[in-house]
């Protein structure tokens, strides 16, 4: 799409440098080397503050392991568990406004799925299903490594 179309919300419309894939449906501009793509500003924006939350809640929990005297007993699983869900919502909203490829986004909603089973076993440990809610978070981690090393991988000219 070329800067003067007047078919889509200019405002919304930026030039950023992002590398493309063949087939995309994106077009790149060899001139400037950059691609003019939509970028959804309040999904943006509601990703910032979503960002600042969790870092809030972060910032909780390590006042909980610095000062713990100054909270109610049993307090802890609540902001164990906060941040961790909240990775998991932000990284999906990141990839939603990034319109990552069908891959992508299946990677994408198994590392939230890991993180969101962490926070599981985090909220409710005395529950008899947190161990399985920590076991199935480990096996989700190491399934999205494993496929980060794969799909990152260059192919070798003597693969079958």
Not at 68 to 79: E, N, Q, V
Not at 97 to 114: C, I, N, Y
């Amino acid at each position: 799409m070329s800067q003067s179309s007047g078919c889509r919300d200019t405002q919304r419309m930026r030039w950023l440098p992002v590398h493309t894939e063949c087939g995309s449906g994106r077009r790149s501009l060899p001139d400037r080397g950059l691609l003019y793509v939509d970028v959804d500003r309040s999904a943006m924006g509601r990703s910032a503050n979503s960002r600042v939350v969790m870092l809030a809640g972060v910032g909780l929990l390590l006042l909980w392991d610095i000062v713990s005297k100054l909270f109610p007993a049993g307090s802890h699983d609540f902001p164990a568990a906060f941040p961790l869900a909240m990775i998991a919502c932000v990284w999906l909203v990141h990839e939603a406004t990034r319109r990552p490829a069908r891959w992508e986004v299946v990677k994408a909603v198994l590392l939230a799925s890991a993180f969101l089973f962490w926070a599981a076993n985090q909220l409710w440990p005395t529950l008899r299903q947190a161990i399985l809610f920590n076991h199935l978070a480990i096996a989700l981690f190491v399934f999205d490594v494993i496929l980060a090393i794969h799909r990152g991988r260059p192919a070798s000219p003597d693969a079958p």
